[in-house]
């Protein structure tokens, strides 16, 4: 509990929170409308050492562990959801590089990360969403190296990022004991993105179909042992659900502040709506279910810093419990908005798009609670 209450992470927040105010903020109603890229965060993250603060510090990286990461995600996403992808992702791209990766890898990628370049994460397929072992993108022997063919579906910063951690299969016939990890290149011959989703939130982060068109990399580029990928995915997860858990606690947050100044503001039968006891409960359940996510996202950082052993158990617990509740809130928020939370006037109403999302990807919350039920603490 001493982590959860020291005074540096308190500091961490104010910092990041008052560069979201100043540089993130001001822009996140453009970002979605237009659902382009949050340019102006990008750059205010990168030179505060904020896109990808996990990096280890002899690599060039802040060195920031677990919890602080996730409090840095959660201030953005308080602000612009969007923009809290850009320190998700390269965080979900470069765990396994973290995990499996050997001395050289390390030096040769987290290196560049640190320095500015985008690292994406490829699971998913059209075929193989929960059912992740059925992937049918391929990684063939080729001499001293490989070849990879297929495509991955609904990757996030697809196109902006410049290294992909990628899941194939390199031997069908084991499922998924048969499929190995590598890093690709944006600029590999043979790699190509698809269009991008017109989704309805997270408009400001391009989701894009990546095709590997027998994309020949050298063994190097190879994460672990041959046929441990999926392990390494499973355990990849394992800390970065946490990351999706401080996004959907930074949603939940933002809106409850936004509907709270605006029940004491809005007037109605002559005194503030704020002061009829049918909003006082809607606000104080915010409060209270915000209270209880994070305490339970925090202590899951904590788990994940210390790799303790129910820490699959924790991950899925508080990306599941954190966006419901993220969406929850968010719905309440456009209902005490009334008209006013259904237009773009106000932020909830992209609040609640983007909550939706927290409740699907990296593993949806009906696969979560499959997960807590086979870790059963």
Not at 133 to 157: F, L, P, Q, Y
Request: hydrophobic share 40%; aromatic share 8%.
């Amino acid at each position: 509990m001493e982590l959860l209450i020291a005074p540096e992470y308190e500091e961490l927040r104010e910092s990041i929170r008052a560069l979201v105010e100043k540089k993130i903020l001001p822009f996140a109603h453009d970002v979605d409308e237009q659902a382009r890229f949050p340019q102006e965060a990008y750059e205010a993250l990168q030179s505060a050492d904020m896109a990808a603060a996990h990096v280890p510090s002899q690599y060039g990286g802040q060195e920031a562990d677990a919890l602080a990461t996730a409090i840095i995600i959660e201030e953005v996403a308080r602000g612009c959801a969007s923009s809290s992808l850009i320190p998700a992702v390269n965080k979900l791209g470069s765990v396994p590089l973290l995990l499996a990766g050997n001395e050289a890898q390390k030096k040769m990628y987290l290196t560049q990360l640190a320095a500015g370049k985008g690292f994406s994460y490829c699971l998913s397929e059209s075929e193989a969403g929960s059912d992740a072992a059925g992937m049918k993108t391929k990684a063939v022997r080729d001499g001293e190296g490989w070849i990879i063919s297929g495509s991955k579906k609904w990757i996030s910063n697809a196109g902006f990022s410049d290294f992909y951690t990628v899941l194939a299969s390199t031997d069908s016939s084991k499922g998924s004991k048969g499929i190995t990890a590598f890093i690709v290149e944006k600029a590999d011959p043979g790699v190509s993105f698809g269009a991008h989703e017109k989704k309805m939130g997270f408009r400001g982060s391009p989701t894009r179909e990546v095709y590997f068109d027998s994309v020949k990399i050298s063994d190097d580029r190879r994460l672990g042992e041959i046929g441990s990928g999926f392990a390494l995915a499973m355990k990849t997860l394992d800390h970065t659900r946490i990351t999706i858990a401080a996004q959907a606690l930074g949603i939940a947050q933002g809106a409850y502040e936004v509907a709270k100044k605006y029940a004491h503001e809005r007037e109605q039968f002559g005194k503030p709506i704020f002061d009829f006891q049918s909003i006082q409960f809607m606000l104080a359940d915010m409060a209270m279910n915000i209270a209880a996510a994070r305490t339970l996202v925090y202590a899951a950082a904590v788990k994940s810093e210390r790799e303790e052993s129910d820490l699959t158990f924790y991950s899925a617990a508080c990306k599941c419990f954190a966006s419901d509740v993220a969406m929850k809130v968010t719905t309440d928020a456009v209902q005490i908005l009334g008209g006013y939370g259904y237009v773009s006037d106000y932020p909830v109403e992209r609040m609640m798009r983007d909550a939706k999302l927290t409740q699907i990807y990296e593993g949806t919350n009906q696969i979560q609670r499959v997960v807590m039920a086979r870790h059963l603490p």
